[in-house]
C-alpha cells in the first residue's frame, strides 16, 4: 500500500490545536515536551518578464524534548522533518547530554546547537521556516562539546566542533540583547555573525572568510501586525550582489485554535522575481 507522506504531517494540523498547550508538555515527572512544531509554507513566485507562475510550499513537523536524569543530568534532543515540493526531504536531529554544574554553568555534548547557531533560528520554530538567506547561511548542528556561563545580562559560551573532519573553536557572547559569536577552523577560516533583537528590530549580520561573502538581514516591526524587512548578501571577490529583496508581512494569530501565520509580499531585485507569501503554524 503506497503511503502519502503528507498524511501525518496534515493530520497534526487536524489534532494538534485540540490540546491545550504546545509548549512544555509534562508527559512523566522526568520527560517533557518542551515544544511541538508544525508548519504550512506557501509561495507563489511570478518572474516579471513572463506570465508563469511558479508554485512553492513546504511542510514542517518538529519537537523538542528533555529527559531529566538527575538534578544534574539531563538530555536534551530536538528534530525536524520537512517535506517540500522544490527540494529533498529534510531531516535536522540534535542529541545533547546536557550537565548543570550550578545555575550559571552548563557543560553540553553530542550532536548539538553550537554557540555560532544559536544565532540562527531554532529548528522547531517558526522563523526558521521562513528564515532569510543571511540566517541560512549560519551554520547547523555539529558534533561536539560546549561549555556556557548565563547571568540573566550576559552569557559566554565556548565549544570545540567537528565541521566535516575539520574541528573549529566556537564563542559566543550575549549582552542583554545584543549577541555576537563565530568560529575559527583549524586551517584559519573563520566565521563571524552578530545579532540584534527587540520589540521594533531584528537584525542578523554575518562574514564568512571561507566564502568571503557578507550577508545581512533587517526586520521592522511597525506594530504586531505589520512588518517590513530586507535581505542581502556581497560577494567581496567579484564584488557582486545576487540577494537583494525587500518584503513585507501582515501578521494573524487565533488563540482558540493555537494558530498564527503572516500573509506576505516580496520582492527579489536580482533576479526580478515577486512572490506571494502565505504562512500558518501552530503555537
Do not use: C
Not at 261 to 273: K, S
Amino acid at each position: 500500500m503506497k503511503i502519502n507522506p503528507l498524511g501525518p504531517l496534515l493530520w497534526l494540523f487536524v489534532v494538534l490545536p485540540g490540546y491545550a498547550q504546545m509548549e512544555n508538555i509534562k508527559l512523566t515527572e522526568s520527560t517533557t515536551i518542551n515544544r511541538v512544531y508544525a508548519g504550512l509554507k506557501s509561495n507563489l513566485v511570478f518572474p516579471t518578464d513572463t506570465l508563469q507562475v511558479i508554485p512553492l510550499a513546504s511542510l514542517r513537523v518538529g519537537t523538542l524534548l528533555t529527559q531529566r536524569l538527575s538534578n544534574t543530568f539531563l538530555i536534551e534532543s530536538q528534530a525536524f522533518v520537512q517535506v517540500a515540493n522544490y527540494a529533498p526531504v529534510l531531516s535536522v536531529p540534535t542529541f545533547e547530554l546536557i550537565a548543570k554544574l550550578s545555575d550559571k554553568v552548563q557543560i553540553r555534548a553530542g550532536q548539538l546547537i553550537t554557540p555560532t547557531t544559536t544565532l540562527r533560528p531554532n529548528p522547531t520554530t517558526w522563523q526558521s521556516q521562513v528564515e532569510t538567506y543571511a540566517q541560512s547561511r549560519i551554520t547547523g548542528p555539529r558534533p561536539g562539546a560546549n561549555i556556557r556561563y548565563v547571568t540573566p545580562t550576559l552569557l559566554l559560551e565556548y565549544g570545540l566542533h567537528n565541521h566535516n573532519g575539520q574541528w573549529a573553536n566556537h564563542f559566543r557572547v550575549d549582552y542583554k540583547k545584543l549577541w555576537v559569536a563565530g568560529y575559527v577552523l583549524n586551517n584559519g577560516e573563520y566565521f563571524l555573525a552578530t545579532k540584534f533583537t527587540n520589540s521594533k528590530v531584528d537584525f542578523v549580520a554575518n562574514y564568512s572568510s571561507e566564502l568571503n561573502e557578507s550577508a545581512t538581514s533587517l526586520f521592522y516591526n511597525f506594530n504586531p501586525q505589520y512588518t517590513v524587512y530586507t535581505d542581502l548578501n556581497y560577494r567581496h571577490e567579484t564584488g557582486t550582489t545576487d540577494v537583494v529583496r525587500l518584503g513585507f508581512r501582515s501578521y494573524y494569530e487565533n488563540t482558540d485554535y493555537h494558530t498564527r501565520g503572516f500573509f506576505g509580499l516580496e520582492y527579489d531585485f536580482v533576479p526580478r522575481l515577486i512572490t506571494a507569501q502565505f504562512f500558518i503554524h501552530l503555537h
